[in-house]
């Protein structure tokens, strides 16, 4: 079975430019999150969907950051313009449905970059 | 934050098990315990996760105690590849996953 798949690996950007990551997740999984891990810390949700609708966005910097589901499937998150501050990398993950007990598999992430 | 608490670093022998410890005294009845991994610049791999019984599988076993306020993930035979940060988190399953600074292991050959 393949996994979560992301890309790019790696970006490097100019501060104020702006940059899209992309998310595949597992063939038939329902819930997609995408997390920010700071260089030395944990992952931190940024925005949960369940289907193509948002569940949780709480802790997604509205005024910058976007992120869309379309069809349920595939995930896009922007940045737009992007800050010093959002270098970390951007790890996208799924989980088959939203039972107690479930499991959210993890992609590689994307290492983003802001110069 | 994390309702969790692990040690900051460990340091196992290649071989020998590695018994990493978690305390989670404010575990709710419903609530999962979770272990996940990461090895350095790679995304976060699931290992195993338990409500109230010891499980094991192919990479790990976990022991929960009877109260359920903490536990251990047991890796047997601890090989250099599995030099990572392991992460311990109580969860319903079906939300975010909260996470908190995990316990640096290092392998030592």
């Known amino acids: 079975e393949a996994g979560v798949a992301q890309s790019p690996r790696y970006k490097i950007i100019e501060k104020r430019q702006s940059v899209a990551f992309w998310c595949n997740p597992i063939?038939?999984?329902?819930?997609l999150y995408w997390y920010q891990q700071i260089l030395g810390q944990g992952p931190k949700l940024l925005i949960q969907?369940?289907?193509?609708?948002?569940?949780?966005d709480s802790q997604l910097p509205k005024d910058r950051f976007s992120a869309e589901r379309l069809k349920g499937v595939d995930s896009t998150l922007k940045i737009q313009p992007a800050k010093l501050e959002d270098s970390a990398v951007y790890l996208c993950?799924?989980?088959?449905?939203?039972?107690?007990?479930?499991?959210?598999?993890f992609g590689p992430g994307t290492r983003l970059t802001v110069l | 934050d994390a309702k969790t608490t692990q040690p900051t670093s460990m340091d196992c022998a290649e071989g020998r098990a590695a018994n990493l410890p978690c305390n989670h005294s404010?575990?709710?009845?419903?609530?999962?315990v979770y272990w996940y991994r990461q090895i350095h610049s790679q995304g976060p791999q699931y290992i195993i996760h338990?409500?109230?019984n010891n499980e094991t599988n192919e990479m790990a076993s976990l022991i929960i105690t009877e109260d359920r306020k903490s536990s251990t993930l047991i890796l047997p035979h601890a090989t250099l590849r599995d030099t990572a940060v392991y992460y311990c988190?109580?969860?319903?399953?079906?939300?975010?996953?909260?996470f908190g600074t995990g316990t640096r292991l290092t392998i030592i050959p």
């Open positions: 993950a799924s989980m088959l449905g939203r039972e107690g007990g479930d499991t959210q598999y």
């Open positions: 063939s038939g999984h329902a819930t």
């Open positions: 969907f369940q289907n193509n609708g948002v569940v949780d």
């Open positions: 404010t575990i709710s009845g419903n609530e999962y």
């Open positions: 338990g409500l109230k």
């Open positions: 988190i109580v969860n319903f399953g079906n939300e975010k996953l909260t």
